[in-house]
């Protein structure tokens, strides 16, 4: 569904995207980096710069600086006022700056984990099919080993068995 006021839309919209600004009851306003359902990640924003910040502006071409190293939470609902969003704001560097201040790996690098673990996850598959494709293959040669290694019958015992069965016939017949 399209909406032509994205300001409306956002304050209607209970989830808190990314790079959106709210103000909170406290009236201080937070950049939202994550929403969790009832809680999100947030940076606090100030009107002046300070030691560390970076810069970013509102819809209202508000400068407004943050510190991507004092990563907090807010309940939800405690942010009560949608303020924009910054059109030059790159999130995914905030969050970049705010894992390094915290000694995480970048999003990027996380990201390259998660599809080289899936390439490892794909191979390990491949193995295991491999593996269950060698294991039958065992068990076809342990079958055929099994049955080669039985001795062919003997025909002069084949022969005295069926005499035997006869003969054993016979005597019940008559009993």
Known sequence: MQHS??????????????????????????????????WSNVLVLWDEYRSGC???????????????????????SALCEYCGSDPLLIVEQIKNMAADALGLPAVEE???????????????????????????TVAVYKTRAAEASVPAPDPEAAMYKRMYYELLDRIVQRG
């Open 5 to 38: 006021d994205p300001t409306a839309y956002q304050a209607l919209n209970t989830t808190k995207e990314p790079g959106t600004i709210w103000k909170a009851q406290n009236e201080r306003k937070y950049l939202i980096l994550k929403d969790h359902g009832a």
């Open 54 to 76: 970076v810069e970013i502006a509102d819809n209202n071409d508000k400068r407004m600086y943050t510190n991507p190293s004092m990563l907090t939470f807010m309940f939800n």
């Open 110 to 136: 996380l990201k390259a984990c998660k599809e080289h673990c899936k390439l490892l996850q794909k191979e390990l598959a491949e193995c295991e099919e491999n593996r269950r494709a060698a294991w039958d």
